[in-house]
């Protein structure tokens, strides 16, 4: 055969291949006719898939969630928020461990914006046979802001006994004021979870939750000072309550640590309810204590939760943690953690993201301990025995020490004394790094937003100090005069700064837009 008949035999079969293909694909009723249309020799050949090349790159691997802490609070949230539910300042101190001061941005050139209401807040309060008036916001008198609605709120307690809810960008009430039996010298708190209420203390004896959900406030619960027994002291409910998962935490002048189950929920008409009970309580006072300091052992700081321990400290001087770890469970709260500073401690504990507890105390006693302690305590409660990590002292004057609770921001501890000292501690070693000297006494509460320090002294000027380097003498950005001695702790939140003072008037204080009628 000669080539060129080769070549038509192979393109016969090709062609032959190829009309198979196209019946078979386009006609398969047909299957017999294409069939014949093959050579009796003919094969197709199965095509063999490409293998691809091998990867160098490994496969990722997914990031597992975070595991949800355990114990009631997590420690390394402090000087975080109070949770995520509602956006705001919601307790005194902003959060369980007392650490939480605000969100910027912080007022470059404020001035007073609002003030209110448009006469001083005064009335007339009774201790024993001694009646005095009392003007304005005090000691701690730190009010609470938060978002609800699409409406930032501003909620606070006076020393004209009520407990004011104002919409804080105009001043203009929300609904009409909680009138209490007595003055409101401590500090709101706003419900973490969303629910309509505000919690109160008083000095009329009661301790009160209110809704404000009804288009005014409405008492749904009180808690009596003499509802326990045994007592010590008086019937004064100065702390901020701490509200964690449905359980709330306070303090009294009774001298006793309560804890109540708020029960919260919702009608059938959609108005928030509570049904409280009254699960524990105990004495934060022993023999030992009184035995050396009298039957003044109240508690009047704002207690605070770290991990699993429920802290505070008394009018006597007694620092004391309680593990809660299975209070859900009925497990009992038991006192793990005694020290004695020695003197009254007022402010409320802070605790930092390791854990360390930060207390201050007043100087009025003169006893020995204060004198070794100091009046700022660095402590290491995982030491019990000795506990002390390191002290400031501030005792010069028969009346001393420390009212305002420190701030702690970054690697240093800002704090204030009675007789007018603002100081900045390294965290680390206590050493002071900065002094500065203010009208006293500075009672109110430091204040860091944004490596901005805010201090109120009591020749009712508010101060705004750039600690953005820690290590150096904080220089003045600016000072406000809004009149009446600053003893109530600032809130700073979106641009506003709001503040009462013993003048009388409560105030908000921002950055002023410049118009073109200015």
């Known amino acids: 055969m000669t080539v060129a008949k080769r070549m038509a035999v192979v393109l016969a079969i090709i062609a032959a291949l190829v009309i198979a293909l196209a019946v078979s694909a386009g006609d398969t009723d047909e299957p ?8 009796p020799t003919a094969t197709v050949a199965t095509p063999v898939p490409a293998i691809p090349e091998p990867t160098t790159e490994p496969t990722p691997v997914p990031t597992p969630a975070p595991t949800p802490y355990a114990g009631w609070v997590d420690p390394a949230t402090s000087g975080q928020p109070f949770g995520d539910t509602v956006e705001g300042i919601l307790t005194f101190r902003g959060s369980a461990t007392r650490s939480y001061y605000g969100a910027g941005p ?89 629910f309509p209420l505000i919690y109160s203390g008083s000095r009329d004896n009661f301790l009160h939750i209110l809704s404000y959900d009804q288009g005014e406030f409405v008492e749904l619960w009180r808690l009596d000072a003499y509802a326990v027994s045994p007592t010590l002291w008086n ?44 699960v524990f309580y105990a004495p934060g006072w022993d023999a030992e204590l009184t035995a050396i300091h009298g039957s003044n052992v ?64 007043e100087y009025e006693k003169s006893r020995q301990r204060s004198l070794d302690v100091g009046q700022l305590i660095k402590l290491d409660p995982t030491k019990p025995d000795d506990p002390v990590v390191w002290s400031f002292f501030d005792h010069g004057t028969s009346i001393a020490g420390i009212w305002a609770t420190p701030a702690v921001y ?41 490596d901005v320090l805010i201090q109120g ?50 105030h908000a204080i921002a950055d002023v837009p410049i118009t073109s009628e200015q």
């Open 457 to 506: 002294d009591c020749a009712g000027v508010l101060h705004a100090y750039d600690l953005s380097d820690t290590t150096i003498d904080p220089p003045e950005l600016w000072s406000v005069n809004i009149g009446g001695c600053i003893e109530s702790t600032p809130a700073v939140w979106d641009g506003v700064i709001y503040v009462g003072t013993r003048g009388g008037r409560f």
């Open 410 to 450: 970054k690697d240093v501890v800002v704090t204030s004394t009675d007789g007018g000292r603002v100081v900045g501690l390294d965290r680390a070693t206590g050493e002071i790094r900065w002094e500065k000297r203010l009208p006293g006494p500075v009672w109110s509460s430091q204040v860091v937003v944004d």
């Open 32 to 39: 017999e006719q294409a069939q014949a249309a093959l050579p």
């Open 106 to 194: 912080v007022p470059v050139a404020p001035q007073i914006v609002w003030s209110f209401p448009d006469t001083s807040m005064c009335s007339e309060s009774s201790v024993g046979s001694e009646t005095t008036t009392w003007c304005g916001t005090g000691w701690t008198g730190q009010p609470s802001v938060w978002e609800r609605d699409g409406q930032t709120l501003v909620s606070f307690g006076a020393y004209d006994r009520a407990v004011h809810l104002l919409d804080a960008d105009t001043g203009d009430r929300i609904v009409d004021d909680f009138v209490s039996g007595d003055i409101i010298k401590g500090s709101v708190s706003v419900d973490p979870d969303g």
């Open 298 to 361: 109240s508690i009047e700081n704002s207690v605070a939760i770290s991990g699993n321990t429920l802290w505070f400290a008394n009018s006597g001087g007694l620092v004391q943690g309680w593990d809660i770890t299975g209070l859900k469970e009925g497990v009992t709260p038991e006192r793990i953690f005694r020290w004695w500073s020695g003197d009254d401690v007022d402010a409320s504990l802070v605790i930092d993201d390791e854990g360390f507890i930060y207390v201050a105390a």
């Open 235 to 278: 019937d004064d409910w100065d702390g901020s309550p701490l509200i964690i998962d449905d359980y709330l935490f306070e303090g009294g002048e009774n001298s006793n640590i309560h804890i109540v189950k708020l029960n919260r929920g919702y009608d059938a008409d959609g108005k928030v309810t509570v049904d409280p009970e009254l």
